[in-house]
């Protein structure tokens, strides 16, 4: 499968290498300055593994410097989009009011939200075409994608996506927001976390694609 994490697994190590030889450091006292293991700084240094926000910030406070320094994800518009919606008033006519639900279900051709902890005001500009609603992320298995339980996510209604897209997914009426790769007589549903095995599903499977992964509305 391809990684479609690898440049930025490779910028990650490009940043994390810089610092280290600016300070004149070596891995084993960056280790013990930033309580993460060698063979760990060993594995994002060689691209194996994406790093995850909480040794992203070990890292900031280790070296001194701003998380975006280590990982440029934490400059994404995502973060950006949070802020501007927070700091500027917008009409009621602009915005669209989604729901935050905590599960869904199809049910009779119909998708159903449910336990619906309130909504959001969304400003029409940022949602394009299509129909969305938000989601709270829940548990551990899509933490390496900067995912984490209680995450306030956008999906985008649709069925169809390419291969290694983050989608909300309906397995016998259990949802799931995964990675999702089809071929010819299976669908995998691949989560971010190495503890967690794919889910294989074939053609007999009751599966359903609900939508796409949009934004993560990342509060800090």
Same mark, same amino acid.
């Given at each position: ?27 084993? &006292? !960056? $280790? #013990?300055?930033? *309580?993460?293991? %060698? =063979? ?17 910030? &070990? !890292? $900031? #406070?280790?070296? *001194?410097?701003? %998380? =975006? ?152």
């Amino acid at each position: 499968m391809i990684d479609r994490d690898l440049p930025l697994k490779k910028e990650i190590a490009n940043n994390i290498q810089k610092l280290i030889k600016d300070r004149g450091w070596t891995q084993i &006292k !960056l $280790s #013990e300055l930033s *309580g993460i293991s %060698k =063979s760990t700084l060993s594995d994002y240094k060689n691209c194996k593994t994406l790093i995850n926000p909480g040794n992203v910030e &070990k !890292l $900031s #406070e280790a070296f *001194g410097v701003p %998380k =975006s320094e280590i990982d440029p994800s934490f400059k994404t518009p995502n973060i950006d989009i949070v802020q501007e919606y927070e700091n500027q008033k917008i009409s009621s006519d602009s915005i669209d009011k989604l729901p935050i639900c905590g599960n869904f279900s199809y049910v009779n051709g119909v998708l159903t939200y449910e336990d619906i902890e309130g909504y959001k005001d969304i400003p029409k500009s940022w949602l394009g075409s299509g129909k969305h609603f938000m989601i709270r992320a829940k548990g551990d298995s899509m933490i390496n994608a900067r995912i984490e339980n209680g995450d306030l996510l956008l999906i985008r209604r649709q069925e169809t996506f390419e291969n290694g897209e983050i989608m909300a997914v309906l397995v016998e009426e259990e949802a799931f927001l995964k990675r999702v790769y089809r071929t010819d007589n299976s669908l995998f549903l691949q989560s971010e976390n190495p503890k967690y095995p794919p889910i294989i599903l074939n053609k007999n499977s009751k599966v359903k694609i609900i939508g796409k992964l949009k934004t993560n509305f990342i509060q800090y």
